[in-house]
């Protein structure tokens, strides 16, 4: 595909656009300056972040150049959620979480060569604007009624909840950030989610109210799962880029566990593999599903562009040496640690001894009974750290603390297939 316009399509990023063949036109004749805005509205990226971010990847590997916009002002306030009032963090809070997010963006975007993306920062045009300019040189613009036809301000207007003036306004800090752009770098196309088309559009409108002059903006759809199941979430919560608050290998595991319904469509989003590549994969499900190639694939393209090459081989590493087909004793502590958080290990309290293998795997939640644990170590079913107890094993024995990995904890399975573990404390 030559056409950017088309390639987003062909992966599912099109949901709505302000002037698709104009726009076209305007990135055919190119290089178009274009930007994104992320607001620090919490210590990380999520995986909505990740479709921007992507998507404004493809459009710098077409020639074009990316603004990476960190709301240090916008994050301030935060955009109107459906549900109610932001929480507003303090300051010095929020200028901590805008460099955790411009370090999370910097490995995702080119910042070299003749289209090198540049970070910025709507802090630096609001931080020394009077109420009474902004007032006067952007609110004169806007008309009210227009705002409160924006789906998110209707919503709470609609609500028990209501909307602040300062969520309301939210939209008019929005469009005055593509009109500074403009007037600073060039820029005439906003990407951003759906779900943000009328902020996303409030820049377009005043930038045509104020310099007469028509620019753009591109929505992705709001990715979904086949099981109705909200997209980027696990029992555990939601699925952020940093790795200490989404370990790499929890990371991996939410994209090896993609549905066979929706993984074909998630390589389109989340990778970089072309058509005929994604088309082999896609053949490969349907013949052989159980291997879960495409699943692995996207796992394996997806973690390596968050975390590196070096973390993807790690948590594989420990997710073959769970099932014993690795060596335990070569993870590293966090690895290890987060690999059996994943599977639920409990915290197991200990004194001097350590608890018989009866009770370390009653503990673990492997067996639900000291009887069910007898019989799994008479039958050869028992293993600790990948070795098989011995039928013959006394049930009442004990691991020494040599057997701790790490110092702190035992990696247990039954069979083949069940995992658990213990880290004892």
């Known amino acids: 595909m030559t056409d950017i316009i088309d390639e987003l399509h062909w992966r599912g990023l099109i949901a709505l656009s302000t002037d698709e063949q104009a726009l076209r036109a305007a990135l055919a004749a190119g290089p178009v300056t274009y930007y994104c805005g992320f607001d620090p509205t919490a210590p990380s990226l999520h995986m909505g972040n990740l479709v921007q971010l ?15 916009l ?37 490995p995702l975007l080119d910042f070299s060569g003749p289209n090198a993306a540049t970070m910025v920062n709507n802090l630096d045009w609001t931080a020394g604007l009077s109420a009474i300019d902004f007032l006067r040189d952007i609110g004169k613009h806007f008309r009210v009624g227009r705002m409160l036809s924006k789906e998110s301000v209707s919503a709470r207007l609609n609500s028990e909840q209501g909307i602040s003036f300062t969520e309301f306004s ?42 007469q002059e028509s620019v753009h903006a ?22 952020w880029l940093d790795p200490e608050m989404t370990s790499p290998y929890a990371f991996f595991q939410f994209w090896l566990n993609s549905d066979d319904r929706d993984v074909i469509n998630y390589l389109k989003v989340f990778t970089f593999r072309t058509a005929d590549e994604i088309g082999e994969l896609e053949k490969e499900l349907a013949e052989r599903p159980a291997a879960r190639t495409a699943q692995r694939a996207l796992a394996r393209d997806v973690t390596t562009l968050v975390h590196g090459a070096e973390e993807t081989e790690r948590v594989e590493a420990a997710a073959q040496a769970l099932f014993g ?7 590293d502590a966090r690895t290890l640690g987060a690999a059996l958080a994943e599977t639920g290990a409990p915290r197991v309290e200990t004194g001097d001894e350590l608890p018989t293998y009866v009770e370390l795997f009653v503990q673990s939640g492997l067996v639900p009974s000291r009887s069910a644990a007898r019989r799994a170590l ?22 020494s603390h040599d057997d701790l990995l790490h110092g702190r904890w035992l990696v247990l399975r039954r069979g083949k297939r069940t995992v658990g573990g213990v880290e004892l404390a």
């Open 54 to 68: 992507l998507t404004m990847r493809r459009l710098q590997d077409a020639g074009h150049r990316p603004l990476a």
């Open 70 to 106: 960190v709301g240090g002002a916008t994050g301030l306030i935060g955009d109107p959620k459906m549900t109610g009032e932001r929480t507003l963090n303090a300051p010095d809070i929020v200028a901590g979480w805008v460099e955790r997010i411009r370090r999370q963006i910097e």
């Open 170 to 211: 939210y939209q008019i800090l929005q469009g005055m950030d593509f009109l500074e752009l403009k007037r600073r770098y060039g820029c005439i196309l906003q990407t951003g989610g759906s779900d943000q088309w009328g902020n996303l559009t409030s820049g377009v409108d005043l930038i045509h109210r104020v310099e």
């Open 218 to 239: 591109l929505a992705t759809p709001l990715i979904t799962k086949a099981d109705g199941t909200k997209f980027g979430k696990t029992e555990g919560g939601t699925v």
């Open 325 to 331: 087909f690795g060596t335990l004793q070569d993870l």
């Open 378 to 399: 008479a039958e050869g079913g028992a293993y600790v750290n990948n070795t098989r107890l011995d039928p013959g094993t006394d049930p009442e024995a004990r691991p």
